[in-house]
């Protein structure tokens, strides 16, 4: 089991910049061969993927995203990042990280993110 945690969320103006982190413990430390995704869920809205990073380091971004947000990871410490620049009041959403291994997606609680105007 991977049981990802989030932390990083926060209240930021217009035109602010965030950066999220997301852990993921967990016995024999599957981290550095999971592949990493970002999601959101804004108020009353579906779920949106974001960003993914894979074991390697390819990156991929939705079209929404592209240019303002940066997904990274750093592997020495079983930590993935969020990099949100640029942030618009429609980016307020909870924010969750994805940790997918062998084909299972584990998620984490999430973390607020409100911009305002």
């Known amino acids: 089991q991977i049981h990802p945690v989030e932390s990083g969320g926060g209240l930021t103006q217009a035109g602010g910049s965030v950066r999220l982190s997301c852990a993921a413990p967990?016995?024999?430390?599957?981290?550095?061969?999971?592949?990493i995704g970002w999601h959101r869920r804004a108020p009353g809205k579906q779920r949106e993927w974001l960003a993914s990073?894979?074991?390697?380091?390819?990156?991929t971004y939705a079209d929404s995203v592209k240019g303002r947000f940066a997904i990274t990871r750093d592997n020495d410490v079983n930590l993935a990042y969020l990099q949100m620049n640029s942030l618009k009041p429609e980016d307020t959403a909870v924010y969750y990280c994805?940790?997918?291994?062998?084909?299972?997606?584990?998620w984490g609680q999430g973390t607020q993110v409100t911009v305002s105007s």
């Open positions: 990073i894979t074991s390697g380091g390819d990156t």
């Open positions: 967990a016995p024999g430390n599957p981290f550095k061969r999971s592949t």
């Open positions: 994805e940790v997918t291994r062998s084909g299972v997606g584990f």
